[in-house]
């Protein structure tokens, strides 16, 4: 990711850039430790799922998201095991970047019993997912506006945020643990071209890292309906 330092771009603030981020599998060991100093005991890996999230720093959001994940998590029928505050040190972003800095917090689930297989418990988190962020976003409630769920899987986490990718791992002392292990690391350093660099858009994104112009879908339709004749 740091060799990638050539073609970000800064703003008039060279602290601040378009974001970076890197996604890895989820690091048992690492929160498996971790989550038993908060008094949380984690089943085996492949049991249970976390979600990295974006939360509101004002307390009045920060509630109300908080609020209905666990109400979602007891509606679709999922375990809540419990929450972690993810470790940061903003130390070194620059100031206007710090002005919209989101609260960092994972959500750890458990899989029911009755679902006795990986990949249906990853399409039940997947379902969990949206009916939070579904909630959340039609509440259009300007102390919610930054809640974003960076990432919710048995499988994966990403972790990105609005920073430089000389930041990334000092920025997130998860990255810099040596328990956080992984077989894999798909890394990105975002270059916005026609919207605003924001945390939410930092990539990667949760499967995929990418560098083109897939902005919309409807673009794409069009100009392969121009191409046809």
């Known amino acids: 990711l740091i060799n990638l330092d050539h073609r970000g771009a800064v703003g008039a603030d060279p602290l601040a850039g378009d974001g970076a981020g890197i996604l890895m599998q989820l690091p048992d060991r690492l929160f498996r430790a971790e989550v038993e100093t908060l008094g949380i005991t984690l089943p085996e890996e492949g049991d249970y799922g976390v979600g990295m999230v974006f939360l509101p720093s004002n307390k009045t959001g920060l509630n109300a998201c908080t609020s209905s994940i ?9 375990i809540l095991l419990g929450w972690r505050d993810v470790p940061v ?14 609260c960092h917090r994972q959500i750890f689930v458990g899989r029911p019993a009755e679902i006795t297989d990986e990949d249906e418990f990853e399409r039940q988190v997947y379902v969990l997912r949206k009916s939070v962020s579904n909630k959340v976003y039609k509440r259009h409630d300007r102390a919610t506006a930054t809640y974003y769920p960076v990432s919710f899987s048995c499988r994966t986490i990403v972790y990105k945020g609005m920073v430089l990718v000389t930041q990334l791992g000092a920025y997130f002392k998860d990255l810099t643990d040596e328990r956080f292990e ?25 499967m995929v890292a990418h560098n083109g112009e897939i902005n919309t879908l409807r673009g794409n339709v069009n100009w392969m309906a121009a191409r046809q004749a």
Do not use: C, M
């Open 70 to 78: 666990e109400a979602a998590i007891k509606n679709e029928g999922q």
């Open 89 to 102: 040190d903003n130390s070194d972003l620059g100031e206007a970047v710090k002005e919209t800095e989101p």
């Open 182 to 206: 992984s077989a894999l690391a798909p890394v990105h350093q975002r270059f916005a071209t026609n919207t605003f660099p924001s945390w939410r858009l930092a990539h990667p994104y949760r």
